[in-house]
């Protein structure tokens, strides 16, 4: 047992890591406008999904498992205004990735099977498949960037 329990300790951490490093790849040729571009009146830009991957990230791993406190707008997080600088946006993120690197390095191999519900994740049933599911979730949002960040290089005015 102690072998699975490292295995998935490893490989949930790194593929969390190797998700941010493919992010901050599409990211850094974006200028501030390239990354608040909406592709639609109705679309999510690139800024607008990284803030709800950090607030999801944050509130079903961090203040859910790791127990941190953090109260969540979701709403906000694909309408905010203000448009922090792409810098800030990546450092939430990036602060994010970390907090769920650390809380998957410090689950025992027992807590893994605790019960975990929360909102939105009623039944996730335990920790292993929210985490997982957080994953799963970072990769469909990374093909939404994938295609954001190529369409800005092909539409850009």
């Not at 699975?4 to 990211?27: G, K, Q």
């Not at 009146?41 to 127990?67: R, V, W």
């Not at 979701?74 to 994010?96: G, I, M, Q, W, Y």
Request: charge should be neutral; charged fraction near 25%.
């Amino acid at each position: 047992m102690a072998d699975l329990h490292a295995t998935i300790v490893s490989s949930l951490s790194e593929r969390y890591h190797m998700r941010a490093d493919t992010i901050h790849e599409m990211a850094a040729p974006l200028s501030d406008d390239q990354f608040w571009r909406r592709p639609f009146p109705f679309g999510n830009s690139f800024g607008h999904l990284l803030l709800h991957l950090a607030g999801n990230l944050n509130y079903y791993i961090g203040a859910q498992i790791a127990g941190t406190g953090y109260v969540r707008d979701r709403d906000r997080e694909f309408t905010e205004k203000d448009r922090p600088s792409k810098a800030d946006v990546l450092k939430r993120f990036d602060d994010a990735i970390a907090l769920v690197r650390q809380t998957i390095t410090q689950q025992a191999a027992d807590d893994w099977a605790k019960p975990y519900s929360a909102a939105r994740e009623e039944d996730a049933a335990n920790r292993f498949n929210v985490v997982l599911r957080c994953c799963t979730h970072l990769h469909h949002h990374v093909g939404q960037m994938m295609y954001l960040a190529n369409g800005v290089k092909i539409l850009q005015p």
